[in-house]
């Protein structure tokens, strides 16, 4: 049998951690995902918020480095409870348990609100952003004789 998921999302709000009476980490948030396609009607995509559970390393792990607006790719499996309300009356939900959490942007997205322009489709290279010296590459020459290797 098989019961594996993978989601890509922003966190709806910052992750919430816990601990069982045991001392156990357990963290609780919610992706907003949007499907691949758009609705015939309106033209828009639908978001789906779907809730997350992560426990031990993987709790303390989102918990500290995510917060609501950050990009996650999430990979667990998809687990249906069944609990009973103030009222007493049956209910029934759907959760993906998370076994490992990883980011889905860079660290500079998400300082500048979690959203990244979408990349260049001509291949060149764009300018660094305002601040950023761009340092890190040294130009060369297309001359194949100066290659070091």
Do not use: C
């Amino acid at each position: 049998m098989l019961n594996r998921i993978i989601l890509m999302g922003r966190l709806t709000r910052d992750p919430e951690l816990r601990h069982t009476q045991t001392g156990t980490p357990v963290a609780s948030f919610s992706l907003a995902v949007e499907r691949d396609f758009k609705d015939k009607q309106t033209g828009e995509k639908t978001t789906d918020f779907i809730d997350i559970v992560a426990w031990r390393q993987t709790a303390e792990f989102v918990s500290r480095f995510f917060t609501k607006g950050r990009m996650a790719v999430v990979e667990g499996r998809l687990q249906i409870r069944d609990w009973n309300d103030k009222e007493g009356n049956k209910r029934r939900s759907a959760e993906i348990v998370a076994d490992n959490i990883y980011f889905g942007d860079s660290k500079r997205d998400a300082e500048g609100g979690g959203y990244a322009a979408p990349p260049s489709s001509s291949g060149s290279y764009a300018a660094p952003p305002p601040g950023d010296s761009g340092d890190q590459f040294a130009a060369f020459s297309d001359d194949e004789e100066e290659l070091p290797f």
